[in-house]
């Protein structure tokens, strides 16, 4: 556990073991997780688990699988894919697709380290998540990380084509934000939004990074559970359980959001489904 996280992360798993406690009558959302081994999506999958939720984790390789068999042996079943990889991503796809229906998907997998390739950071923050919402059955709510840095990010919709690798991390965060706001507007049966988590101390953020980490994976639990004030939005952007009004607008637009599907299912072969 300690291997892929910080002291802060560790620090929030013994909080959790100790105050979060089943919820009477036992809750019957069943809910995914991806990149659920480690930081706030394995804090989110702790405390839903602790609730009494149904969790399905996801581990990029059987490594890390085994690592979440043993630290969450109470998840309801653990997929693994590597989400850099898209033809990994399509068979898991199709693993998960055979668990069943799932009230909550929450995309939470990212990669930020410099060290990663432009084609790394593209796979993984933002085509996998489109064609897993593409592929997968259709849940009832879908969460999708996002992060302030979008505010520094370009589409980059011509590099997607000509499978360049200079999409960084901001752009890719930008691409998750029009990605959250065209399912929102296409599939109204659906509630969407994407959050953004702040800079938080995981092994991401690093250690002594200043954003509240709690309230960080507090609000993928509230918005997950959607029983509290302020919880049931849709097609928002939300940052410490409040909507966040500082984005890029240019992520209302239908046809910008449009253009983004358009080279998704040109550059990953799968269409999205209206």
Not at 83 to 93: F, R, W
Not at 142 to 155: A, K, V, W
Request: charged share 25%; hydrophobic share 40%.
């Amino acid at each position: 556990m300690n291997l892929y996280n910080t002291k802060e992360v560790v620090d929030e798993i013994y909080y959790i073991e100790k105050n979060i406690r089943p919820l009477s009558p036992e809750p019957t959302k069943r809910i995914l997780i991806t990149g659920s081994t480690a930081g706030i999506g394995f804090l989110t999958a702790k405390t839903l688990i602790m609730k009494g939720y149904k969790v399905v984790v996801h581990a990029r390789n059987e490594e890390r699988a085994k690592d979440a068999r043993r630290d969450l042996p109470e998840a309801e079943a653990v997929v693994t894919g590597d989400l850099s990889d898209l033809k990994e991503v399509k068979k898991l796809a199709g693993d998960i697709n055979a668990l069943g229906t799932f009230d909550v998907i929450i995309h939470n997998a990212g990669v930020y380290d410099a060290r990663s390739s432009g084609n790394a950071i593209l796979n993984v923050n933002a085509l996998a998540p489109y064609i897993l919402t593409s592929l997968l059955k259709k849940p009832r709510q879908l969460i999708y990380l996002c992060s302030d840095l979008h505010l520094g990010g370009n589409l980059k919709l011509q590099s997607m084509q000509d499978k360049s690798s200079d999409i960084n991390y901001s752009d890719s965060k930008l691409q998750v934000l029009v990605m959250s706001k065209a399912v929102s507007r296409k599939w109204r049966d659906v509630k969407v939004n994407a959050v953004n988590p702040g800079w938080v101390a995981t092994k991401m953020g690093k250690s002594g990074a200043p954003d509240d980490l709690r309230l960080s994976y507090g609000t993928l639990v509230w918005l997950a559970e959607g029983t509290e004030e302020g919880s049931n939005v849709t097609g928002q952007l939300l940052f410490q359980k409040k909507i966040e009004k500082n984005y890029n607008l240019a992520a209302n637009d239908p046809a910008t959001q449009d253009a983004l599907l358009e080279t998704y299912a040109k550059v990953t072969g799968v269409s999205f489904p209206n």
